[in-house]
Structure formats: structure tokens, C-alpha cells
């Protein structure tokens, strides 16, 4: 599909309120437990971007019936969750690893065979972390040689529960054995080394299927009773607000209102950091919505300072990282950050393409194997290059804004999986973000 370019001329303080997209993370899992739910579920406040889209294909390909979205609103009459049918053809996951790592999980316990695929990008992603698991419970997965998609599942394996330590904290993994789990004989314990996202978690038990915790251990049992068909708010995207949060607190004179944000504590690590560099951000109206804790964030610009990021808040910022590069750019002083090393393969090995979208707008950065030196400075004009990554593209928008000259990004139109509309809400609050033809 044809890209496009974003172009932004550097500017002045940011004013406004912003109701940034629902998040990606619980957009994706409210559609699945819905899909597999007993009844009829809505969800409202959905992520309409192109990776939730993506989800909600691949369950009308496996037989549900799905309407909407409409302005985020969507209607799904649940299968059961044996009611599933085999799709006609490949499950296409887009640009989402998240997809198809969670379905993974789901489409291993199902009497039929899939076969996942997805674009460049996801087609060369790591999957053994979730394959490996898998087989230990009895599915039956196909991968390329390496562990990289396509991914083909045989249908008609029995599961069996298993205890499972994982080597990373990864909620991905953690999800797709616990959906594995609904269907495993017995009980299916995940023992995380550090928290990770509890999404799944939270919404398992909103839909009335039991889920313990223990320390670091989830437990689910298997056959434990129906999803019971919900009604679902989705709270807007911590994630997406973190472009706001950043630009926020390193535009002089800015004042951002972020409105309804989730603010789960395995997501809030950006809120974190950028509080320990100097940032003002306050939260108010603090509530639960279907059981994630929401807010809204008020963020006021100030002067930052660069920090070492302790590394146990990685996992809890994992993909506000680019955004953070930023900050860390605008800031007084050096910011080190290491232990993210699983920032090598998101979207794009993020460390690589920061590292160079950074310097290319003359910031000192140095990069090591699971992180990155940034020391703060003057940011130049110039041309950075995404490499197709959204949330790249994203941080380097925002980068432009506070740069001395017009900052170009290539690669910019996957910003649409997460966030459609982002240049329409930066242009809202005073950035001057222009779309161009690649
Ligand atoms: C996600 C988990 C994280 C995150 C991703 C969304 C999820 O990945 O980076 O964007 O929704 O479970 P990992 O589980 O691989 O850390």
C-alpha cells in the first residue's frame, strides 16, 4: 500500500484538551472474549485503527458475527467458546504482533486448522516464545525455520495444562497461554519474572471466568464455565496519550488535558519516567471502568533532566520508549536506558531506527545491545526515517515540533494501526503536522 510522509515545522506552545483513540491492548481482547463469549457483548470507546481491524476480520473469517465498528462502537454475538468455525483461507494479523501472538494461543485449542500470516514487518517476528509453550501443552504449530511466521496450526489437539516460567515478561506470551488455558485440561499457571500488561487478567474475570493470582503467577483452569457476554468501555490508549505527554512537558508554555486515559499500573512506567526527569503530570477524576483504572492526565511543561531509567520499569513502559527517546533528547543531561533489550524486536528493531532518527537530527545517542544513551541538546531539522514503525513516527512528530528546523519522517502510514487521526489531533492542540505523498 502507498505510504506517506509526515512533514513538521517546528512551533509554539500546545493548548487544548485531547481524547486520544481506545487502547490497542484492550481493543484486541475485548473483541476476542467477546467473540468467544455466550451472548451478545458492546464494546464502545473501540480502537478503530487498522490492527484492531485486523482482529476483527479474522473473527468474522472464523464464523462471528461482528457489527460496526461505528465510531468505536461495535456489536458481537458471541460463539461460545466452542463455536468457532475454520476459516476459508489465512488469517492476515496486518502489522500486529499482538494478534497474532494471542490467537496463537486460542486458534492451537480449536478442532480446525489456521494458518496466520501478516505483513513484513510481523512476518519477521519472533514466535517460538509463543510456539514453544504452546507445544509444551500439547498444539501442534508449524513455524518457518527461524520461529518467524507463517504460523500453521493443526487442529483437534487435546491440551493439557502446564506451569509455565517465562523467560521475558511479556503479556503477549502470558495471554496466549492463558487463552490456550480456557480449553486445557487442568490448570495452566504463567509465572511472569516481572508484571507485565494484566489486561487479559482483568477482562477474563469481567467476563466471569475465574482467573487467580498469586505474586508473580496467573492461574486459569480449564472448562471452568462460559465467557459471559459483556458491556465494555474502552479507556483511550496510555500509549497514544504518551505523544501528548511528552510534547506536553517539553514545549515550553504547553498545557495538554488528556481526557479518560487508562491508567492500569503495568502501563503507567511512562508516567513514571518522565515524573523522574522533571515532568508535571497530574491525574484527575481517577476511576474504574469495567475494572482498568482511568484518568484524566494534565500535563504543564517543564525543564528536564536526564535520568538512568531504573530497568524494572521497563516492561511497564515497553512500547513508550521512541516517545521517551524524545524527551530524553529535549532534556539537561545524559538519560540511560538499559535492559530493553526487547525493544529490538517490535515493530522495528526500536533502538536501531531511534538511534539513527535521533542522530540524524544531530542528538548525541549512543547504543548499546539492550539500550540507549541519549544526551539532551538543540534538535536540528532533517529527515528521519520511521522504517514503518507508528510509534517512531509518532516520536519523531513530536520531535519536529520542538526541532530548529522542518523535521520530514518517511514511512509514516502505519501510524494508522494505532492511531488514525493522530496528525488531525496534533494539528488540534497547535502542532503543525502536514501529511505529504511519500
Ligand atoms: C502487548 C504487549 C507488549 C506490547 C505490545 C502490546 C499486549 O508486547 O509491546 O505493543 O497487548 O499484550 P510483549 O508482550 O511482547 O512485551
Redesign the pocket.
Given at each position: 500500500m502507498a505510504t506517506i510522509d509526515y512533514e513538521v515545522i517546528p512551533g509554539g506552545p500546545l493548548q487544548g484538551q485531547v481524547r486520544v483513540p481506545g487502547d490497542k491492548?484492550i481493543s484486541?481482547r475485548a473483541v476476542m472474549l467477546s467473540a468467544l463469549a455466550q451472548g451478545e457483548s458492546r464494546i464502545s470507546g473501540l480502537l478503530d485503527g487498522e490492527d484492531v481491524l485486523g482482529t476483527i476480520a479474522a473473527f468474522r473469517a472464523l464464523g462471528v458475527v461482528i457489527e460496526g465498528p461505528h465510531e468505536g462502537r461495535v456489536r458481537i454475538e458471541g460463539a461460545g467458546l466452542h463455536g468457532l468455525r475454520a476459516p476459508a483461507g489465512p488469517l492476515d494479523f496486518g502489522n500486529s504482533?499482538?494478534a497474532m501472538r494471542l490467537m496463537t494461543g486460542l486458534l492451537s485449542a480449536q478442532a480446525f486448522s489456521s494458518e496466520l500470516i501478516g505483513d513484513a514487518s510481523l512476518m519477521s517476528r519472533p514466535m517460538a516464545r509463543v510456539a514453544v509453550p504452546l507445544r509444551r501443552m500439547g498444539a501442534v504449530i508449524d513455524t518457518a525455520a527461524d520461529g518467524r511466521p507463517p504460523l500453521f496450526i493443526h487442529g483437534g489437539a487435546q491440551l493439557t495444562g502446564i506451569r509455565y516460567e517465562m523467560p521475558v515478561a511479556?503479556?503477549?506470551?502470558k495471554?496466549a497461554i492463558l487463552l490456550a488455558g480456557l480449553y486445557a485440561r487442568g490448570e495452566t499457571t504463567v509465572v511472569e519474572p516481572a508484571p507485565?500488561?494484566d489486561h487479559t487478567e482483568r477482562m477474563l474475570a469481567g467476563f466471569g471466568y475465574p482467573v487467580e493470582r498469586s505474586g508473580q503467577a496467573v492461574t486459569i483452569r480449564g472448562g471452568a464455565g462460559p465467557l459471559k457476554a459483556s458491556v465494555l468501555e474502552v479507556p483511550a490508549d496510555l500509549s497514544s496519550a504518551a505523544f501528548f505527554l511528552v510534547a506536553g512537558s517539553i514545549i515550553p508554555g504547553s498545557r495538554l488535558e488528556l481526557l479518560r486515559v487508562g491508567i492500569n499500573p503495568t502501563r503507567t512506567g511512562v508516567v513514571d519516567i518522565l515524573r523522574a526527569m522533571g515532568a508535571r503530570i497530574d491525574r484527575r477524576h481517577e476511576r474504574i471502568v469495567n475494572g482498568e483504572p482511568v484518568a484524566d492526565l494534565v500535563v504543564e511543561a517543564s525543564a528536564l533532566r536526564g535520568i538512568t531509567v531504573d530497568s524494572a520499569l521497563v516492561p511497564l513502559a515497553?512500547?513508550e520508549f521512541p516517545a521517551l527517546f524524545v524527551a530524553a533528547a529535549c532534556a539537561q543531561g545524559t538519560t540511560v536506558v538499559r535492559g530493553a533489550k526487547?525493544l529490538r524486536v517490535?515493530e522495528s528493531d526500536r533502538l536501531a531506527v531511534m538511534a539513527r532518527g535521533l542522530a540524524a537530527l544531530g542528538v548525541r545517542v549512543e547504543e548499546f545491545e539492550d539500550g540507549l544513551a541519549v544526551t539532551g541538546g538543540s534538535l536540528r531539522g532533517g529527515v528521519v526515517d520511521s522504517q514503518g514503525d507508528h510509534r517512531i513516527a509518532m516520536a519523531f512528530a513530536v520531535a519536529g515540533h520542538r526541532a530548529e528546523g522542518m523535521v520530514r519522517i518517511r514511512d509514516c502510514r502505519n501510524v494508522a494501526t494505532s492511531f488514525p487521526n493522530f496528525d488531525g489531533l496534533a494539528r488540534a492542540v497547535g502542532m503543525d503536522v502536514r501529511v505529504l505523498p511519500a
Open positions: 491492548s484486541h504482533g499482538t511479556s503479556a503477549q506470551v495471554s507485565s500488561r515497553i512500547d526487547e517490535k
